[in-house]
T-cell receptor
Framework: NAGVTQTPKFRVLKTGQSMTLLCAQD?????MYWYRQDPGMGLRLIHY???????AKGEVPDGYNVSRLKKQNFLLGLESAAPSQTSVYFCASRDSGGATDTQYFGPGTRLTVL | GESVGLHLPTLSVQEGDNSIINCAYSNSASDYFIWYKQESGKGPQFIIDIRSNMDKRQGQRVTVLLNKTVKHLSLQIAATQPGDSAVYFC?????????????FGTGTRLLVSP
């Protein structure tokens, strides 16, 4: 049971390039989330999903797109990267029917946009 | 609006001391609170949670206290160890967010000296 995994761990992009971050969870969780974490700030929600085939905007969605084609995977896409998107990205998942509302986080992807 | 904040950005303690990390929240509609620990280069890790119908909950060496009157949350760590050094975040879940949106504070760094 690997929990929540993220790939890649590190990435450097040039302004205008595109990329996709992959999040996978093996806990059969319904809910999945993408956050970004910037220095001196807490985690901010980008997009989330309440189930396979559904996505919705969070607090800071601009410049990102997501897809949840399979229950276990949640993809975060940057179509045209900007330096302002330099950050650490965390994926999380949560069981909709569990005894706890806790979100479980992956190890993060550190993205630098030059 | 919603906000979760911390009084102290950095807390330095000696090994064996008890640590207290504080958090203030502003949304009186929040009904669930979580403390996360984040070590350098890793994702947030669940420590302990508490629901609004409780004022105290204990775990292994950790205790969370909730004072709804003054909208204050604290995390107490007994016999602090060097391995406890990390950034600690409090997070709240407002009752009116159907997808269980977590609102994070900015974090407090705990430094434990041997």
């Amino acid at each position: 049971n690997a929990g929540v995994t993220q790939t890649p761990k590190f990435r450097v992009l040039k302004t205008g390039q595109s990329m996709t971050l992959l999040c996978a969870q093996d806990m059969n969780h319904e809910y999945m989330y993408w956050y970004r974490q910037d220095p001196g700030m807490g985690l901010r929600l980008i997009h989330y999903s309440v189930g396979e085939g559904t996505t919705a905007k969070g607090e800071v969605p601009d410049g990102y797109n997501v897809s949840r084609l399979k229950k276990q995977n949640f993809l975060l896409g940057l179509e045209s990267a900007a330096p302002s998107q330099t950050s650490v990205y965390f994926c999380a998942s949560r069981d909709s029917g569990g005894a706890t509302d806790t979100q479980y986080f992956g190890p993060g992807t550190r993205l630098t946009v030059l | 609006g919603e906000s979760v904040g911390l009084h102290l950005p950095t807390l330095s303690v000696q090994e064996g001391d008890n640590s207290i990390i504080n958090c203030a929240y502003s949304n009186s509609a929040s009904d669930y609170f979580i403390w996360y620990k984040q070590e350098s280069g890793k994702g947030p890790q669940f420590i302990i949670d508490i629901r609004s119908n409780m004022d105290k909950r204990q775990g292994q060496r950790v205790t969370v206290l909730l004072n709804k009157t003054v909208k204050h949350l604290s995390l107490q760590i007994a016999a602090t160890q060097p391995g406890d050094s990390a950034v600690y975040f409090c997070a709240e879940i407002p009752m009116n967010t159907g997808f269980q949106k977590l609102v994070f504070g900015t974090g407090t760094r705990l430094l434990v000296s041997p």
